[in-house]
Structure formats: structure tokens, C-alpha cells
């Protein structure tokens, strides 16, 4: 497999042996998080830039063994105008990521949700850091999101989850970078806008009662 913007596993750490490439083509792997308890790895990605407001699309993904094209390719066999006619030979071995998000939205960190306060339906589904656009003519993220997950496999859905630190489209206030699920199963969402932690929690009935 192809080395290059890669994520590499290794065994034995912290001595790092049995060195292997899980995959590869991977702009920016931001976050990356392991679902319990089959211990799928999934990545949050930063797309190139440069291309337009609305190309290519940022996304979470991982499969092993997988390349999704960096820097030739982006989403399949869309070629960046940037490397005319570089790498054909890879042009049909490109994976299609499995949540394509708004381009340029800076997805940053992620978590899967394995709390038991939050409704079942919530649980292995996978919370993400939208930090946001910097480069794109109306801004974009400045969020968290849900990213909905049935029997562990991520559907291509996701909705707002946290929204509210851009206004107008004018002013930024906040810019969620991380989340994570404290002990008692609400969410920590940590922002670099205004140097906050939330902790986001459900008073309604959970999934624990059920």
C-alpha cells in the first residue's frame, strides 16, 4: 500500500513494533477514535483546500487497508486540477469516504458515544467537532454534530447537534475543537473561540431506564 499521508498501527508500543500502514491518501486525520467495544477505527478528516467553497468535502472514514487519494485524488476518482494527469495507475483504487461533511468545515475532534445517560439511540453513534471554515466565502461548522451509526456502521447521515457559536454569519464566538463523554454520560464539548468547556447532559428518560 501506498505510504504517503498515512495512518500507521503499531504493536508493542511504547517500543512501536510490527509497524504497518492501516491506510493511506489521508489529508488530515484530525481525530481519530476507537468504537467500543469492536474497536473500529474511524478518522476525522480536514480536506485540501483551494479548490472552490464547496470541493472536496471533509469526512469521516476509515477502513483498513483503504486510499482515499491524497494528493491526486479526492471522493473516488475526482482528480485535483492541481496534479493534471499525476497517477492514473490509482485512479480506480480510490475508497469513497463514508460521511462526506460541508467542505471545509475543520472537523477536529471526535468520539463515539458509549454513555448511558442520552437515549438509546444515541449510543455508538459518533459526536464530532466542527472547528470551522476560515476559507470559504459563508462560513460553515462552528458546531458539533451527531453521526449516525446502525449496528456499527456509520448510515452517511448526520445532523446538528451544538450549533449556535456563529452568528450572522457575521461574528464567531466559540469554535468547538474536541468532545468527549464524561462518567455520568453527558458530553464535554471543549471551544478555542471564547476558551470554554460545555458539558452538554439529558434530563428526559435514558437509555439506562429502558
Given amino acids: 500500500m501506498l505510504s504517503v499521508a498515512a495512518i500507521v498501527s503499531f504493536t508493542a508500543l511504547p517500543q512501536g513494533k510490527n509497524e504497518r500502514i492501516f491506510a493511506a491518501g489521508i489529508r488530515n486525520c484530525v481525530g ?46 475526482n482528480q485535483d486540477s492541481r496534479h ?57 461548522g462552528y458546531e458539533v454534530i451527531r453521526v449516525i451509526v446502525e449496528s456499527g456502521v456509520p448510515t452517511g447521515e448526520y445532523g446538528d447537534f451544538v450549533t449556535g457559536f456563529a452568528i450572522r454569519d457575521s461574528e464567531v464566538w466559540g469554535r468547538p475543537v474536541s468532545v468527549t463523554v464524561d462518567k455520568g454520560g453527558a458530553l464535554l464539548v471543549s471551544e478555542d473561540g471564547s476558551g470554554t468547556i460545555w458539558r452538554v447532559s439529558y434530563t428526559g428518560k435514558s437509555a439506562q431506564s429502558r
Fill in 84 to 140: 493534471p494527469n499525476a497517477r492514473p495507475d490509482l485512479k480506480d483504487r480510490i475508497t469513497v469516504p463514508d460521511v462526506l461533511l460541508q467542505a471545509h468545515s475543520a472537523s477536529l475532534g471526535m468520539t463515539f458515544y458509549d454513555g448511558a445517560q442520552f437515549p438509546a439511540s444515541y449510543r455508538g453513534n459518533i459526536f464530532a467537532a466542527e472547528h470551522g471554515s476560515w476559507n470559504r466565502s459563508k462560513r460553515t
Fill in 32 to 77: 481519530l477514535a476507537v468504537a467500543p467495544p469492536s474497536g473500529t477505527v474511524r478518522c476525522s478528516t480536514n480536506e485540501r483546500d483551494g479548490l472552490g467553497d464547496d470541493v472536496p468535502p471533509d469526512y469521516i472514514t476509515v477502513r483498513e487497508g483503504a486510499f482515499y487519494g491524497w494528493p491526486w485524488y479526492y471522493i473516488g476518482a
